[in-house]
C-alpha cells in the first residue's frame, strides 16, 4: 500500500513536490533569528502553533524563508546528528538551532560548538565512520565541496553572539522552553545543497544493510521502520540480505519527502490521509472532517511521535460524504427535551458526517469522533456500558463514516444501541434513552431493506393503552407489541414506587435483560405483590394494566424495543401524580 501511496506523490515533479511540502510546512516552536549576510540580524519572530486549530502566524515577515529554510535544516533523527553531544540539532553552517534551556543550563559549550563546525567542515570523517563513504564522495562530485570560507564566518557569528542573545535588543523570549534556530541568509539552493551533503548519506536506516547492485547502492529506508538489533523480528534471515526491503537514492528520497509531507499533516493535526489513485491527490483531515469530494484509493492513519507514524492503513474502494440514501432521524416516541428544547429530534441527513454527528452525541455523549484511535487507557468515560461499546464499534464505525464500508454495520449498531439504551434506563436518564432509542429505531429501519417502521406506532400504542386501562368495562390487550410496550409502562411505575434510588438499576436490569416471557411475567408478578401495599394513586389502572398483561400470551420472543418504549415514553399509571408536581413547581 505503501508503495501505491508513493506513487501518486512521486507523480509530482520534483518542485511540485517541494512547494506541497512547505506549502504545509510548519515550523517547531520557538524563536526565530535570521542573520544577514554582513552579520545584522534581519529578523527575530516567535512561531507557536495553535494545537487546537492546528494553525500558526503564516503572516508573520520572511515566514516563507524560515519554512524553506527550516525544511532543509532538519536531522532526520535525534539519532543521526552532526552533533554527537546531541546538543546542536541543525545539519548545516546556514543554521544553529538549540534549545533555550542548552543554553541556560550551560549544556552548550565553546567545546561543543567547535566540534559542530568540524563535523561540518569535514563530512567525509564522519561518513568513514558510518560506513557511507561512497555515497558521499558521489555525492560530492555532484554539489561541490563544503564553502570553508562562509563555515568559518557563520561560525564565528555563533561563538560571538550565541551566549549573549539576551543583549541583543531582540523580540524573542529566551525563557520559553523551545528552541532558538539561528538562520544565516543565502540563496535557497545553497540551502538546498547543504541539506543534500546531511541527509544522502544518513538518508538510510543504518549502512550496515546497503549493498551494491551494478554501480548503484541499495539501502533500507528510515521511516517507521528503527530496524536494529533490539527488533529481530524485522530481520529476514533466509535471504543474503536480511533488511525487509531495499530502495535506491530516489526511492528512498521520495520516501522521505512523502513522509515528511505526512508530517505537516500530523503537526496540523490532521490525521485522517486520502491518497485518491484516480486523481493522484493526496489530502489530509481532521477527526471531523470529510473529504469534499469522492475517493477511491487508500486510507492511512498518522500520529506525530518522534517521527510520523502511519498506524492504520485501509483500501478505499470508493467513498463520497454525500450519501445515495438519504438518513431519516425521526422522533418516533414523540418525547420532548425540556432541559434542551432547540434539540433537533428529526432530522434528514445526506452526509455521513450528519449522521457521524448523530452517532456521537445520542450515542456517546460527543466522546466517539476524538478517540477512534486513541489509547484505552486515554479514554476517560465513567460509565464504564458506554466505554465498552464504544471500545466494541469505533474502529467498524470508523470504516463506515469515514471509509463506506458498511459490511455488518446492522448487527453492530443493533447490539451496541440496545446496551446503550439499558445503561441509560438504568441510570434514569429517559429524556437520553428516548433519544437513542428514536435513533436506534431509525437506524435499523435504514439498514433493512423495505423494512417495516417499528416504532410509529409507539404513540398510538400509549394511546390505545390509556383507553383499556381507563375503560369500565375489560379490553384484553390485541398485540405482542401491545403487550411488551405494557410490561415497560408497569415496570416503570414499579420502579417509581421504590423508595431507595440506590437500588433501582438493580430493579430495572431484570426487565431489560429478560430473554423469556415466562422471565417477564415472574418479575411482574413479583413486583405488584410486593409493591401493593404502597399502590393508591391510580389503583384501579394498576390492577387493570397487571390484569391485562397476565392474560396476554405472545407469539413473538421478547420484543426488548417495545419493553424500552414502554419505559421511556410518559407513563400512563403517573399521568397525574407528574401533573401535581408540574403545578406545584
Known sequence: MLGECLEVFGSYTEEERERRILDHYIPKDGSYILVGKNGEVISAT??????????????????????????????????????????????????????????????????????????????????????????????????????????????????????????????????????????????????????????????????????????????????????????????????????????????????????????????????????????????????????????????????????????????????????????????????????????????????????EELINDVFFSKMLINHYFSEEADIKITEESVRRMLLLSRRKLFGWLHLGNAAGMRGLLDQISRELIKSSISNEYMVKAAKQLNLRLSLMQYFTEGGEDMADFSVELRENLKTKIHSEEYIGLESDREYYFAVGQLARYFIYLNKTAKKKQSLINPFLNAGTDKKLKDLVGKYFKKYNYAISMGAKRVSRLYGMIEGYEPQEPVLQDMISAGFVIDNLLLERKEKEEKENE
Open 46 to 355: 516567535d512561531f507557536k502553533l495553535d494545537k487546537k486549530t492546528g494553525e500558526i502566524n503564516k503572516s508573520a515577515v520572511h515566514f516563507n524563508e524560515f519554512c524553506y529554510y527550516d525544511y532543509y535544516s532538519d536531522l532526520i533523527s535525534m539519532n543521526k546528528p552532526q552533533d554527537t553531544a546531541k546538543i546542536i540539532h541543525s545539519n548545516n553552517y546556514f543554521s544553529f538551532w538549540v534549545k533555550k534551556e542548552s543554553i541556560l543550563n550551560g549544556k552548550l559549550t565553546p567545546e561543543i560548538i567547535d566540534g559542530y563546525y568540524e563535523v561540518l567542515e569535514h563530512p567525509e570523517k564522519k561518513c568513514e565512520k558510518t560506513k557511507s563513504l561512497s555515497i558521499y564522495e558521489k555525492l560530492e562530485e555532484e554539489i561541490g565541496q563544503v564553502d570553508t570560507e562562509v563555515l568559518q564566518k557563520n561560525k564565528k557569528w555563533i561563538q560571538e553572539h550565541i551566549f549573549i542573545v539576551d543583549n541583543l535588543g531582540l523580540d524573542i523570549d529566551m525563557g520559553k522552553k523551545d528552541y532558538l534556530k539561528i538562520f544565516f541568509e543565502a540563496e535557497r539552493e545553497e540551502y538546498q545543497r547543504e541539506g543534500k551533503r546531511y541527509f544522502i548519506p544518513n538518508i538510510y536506516n543504518s549502512n550496515q544493510y546497503n549493498i551494491t547492485v551494478n554501480d548503484e547502492t541499495l539501502g533500507l529506508p528510515d521511516n517507521n521502520q528503527g530496524m536494529n538489533a533490539k527488533k529481530p523480528f524485522l530481520s529476514i534471515k533466509t535471504r543474503k540480505s536480511i533488511a525487509p526491503y531495499l530502495l535506491n537514492k530516489d526511492d528512498v528520497i521520495l520516501q522521505k519527502q512523502f513522509f515528511d509531507y505526512l508530517m505537516n499533516f500530523a503537526m496540523a493535526g490532521k490525521y485522517n490521509v486520502y491518497v485518491d489513485m484516480e486523481k493522484k491527490n493526496i489530502t489530509a483531515y481532521k477527526n471531523d472532517e470529510y473529504p469534499p469530494d469522492s475517493v477511491t484509493g487508500y486510507y492511512l492513519r498518522i500520529q506525530k511521535g518522534k517521527e510520523v507514524e502511519i498506524r492504520d492503513q485501509d483500501v478505499v474502494p470508493f467513498f463520497d460524504n454525500h450519501i445515495k440514501k438519504p438518513f431519516l432521524y425521526e422522533n418516533k416516541l414523540k418525547v420532548e427535551d425540556e432541559k434542551n428544547p432547540e434539540y433537533e429530534f428529526g432530522k434528514i441527513c445526506t452526509t455521513y458526517k450528519e449522521i
